[in-house]
């Protein structure tokens, strides 16, 4: 169900996972050793679950020093913007039939590189809002 919110109306879990579905380009947030860093990541969307592929380097040293993560999609029109965010728990996909699985997603990486190693990511939060698009209000 929706909530509305004046401008601002939330999304339900399925909305989220709908507007999820329908696009391809995120921002994953990690944290290790009181750094933050964010990468934008590929992904596709599978049994409630996100899935990328990535290459050994700071995203996997960092998920392995700690595998809470959060990730975002957004996006705007004229009219509105929409946002949601996962909070989960990050972890490697390691059985051959999960790797066999996951090479059969529809995940088209942007980046000519070789990426060999799914991560999958196990929602915790699921949160989202849309937002209506229009002049600001008089303020006094």
């Known amino acids: 169900m929706t909530i509305g919110l004046g401008p601002v109306t939330e999304l339900s879990v399925d909305e989220?996972?709908?507007?999820?579905?329908?696009?391809?380009?995120?921002?994953?947030?990690?944290?290790?050793?009181?750094?933050?860093?964010?990468?934008p990541v590929n992904y596709a969307v599978d049994d409630r679950m996100l899935y990328f592929r990535t290459a050994p380097?700071?995203?996997?040293?960092?998920?392995?020093?700690?595998?809470?993560?959060?990730?975002?999609?957004?996006g705007a029109s004229e009219r509105e913007a929409w946002s949601v965010?996962?909070?989960?728990?990050?972890?490697?996909?390691?059985?051959?039939?999960?790797i066999d699985a996951?090479?059969?997603?529809?995940?088209?990486?942007?980046?000519?590189?070789?990426?060999?190693?799914?991560?999958?990511?196990r929602p915790v939060e699921l949160t989202g809002r849309r937002f209506e698009?229009?002049?600001?209000?008089e303020r006094y």
């Open 85 to 98: 965010v996962v909070k989960g728990v990050a972890e490697r996909v390691e059985l051959q039939s999960e």
């Open 16 to 39: 989220c996972w709908r507007v999820l579905a329908d696009h391809s380009l995120g921002r994953l947030a990690v944290t290790a050793a009181g750094t933050v860093d964010i990468f």
């Open 133 to 137: 698009r229009a002049p600001e209000p």
């Open 57 to 74: 380097g700071t995203k996997l040293l960092e998920l392995s020093i700690n595998d809470r993560v959060a990730f975002e999609i957004d």
């Open 102 to 121: 996951a090479d059969r997603l529809p995940l088209q990486p942007w980046v000519p590189t070789l990426k060999y190693r799914w991560v999958r990511i």
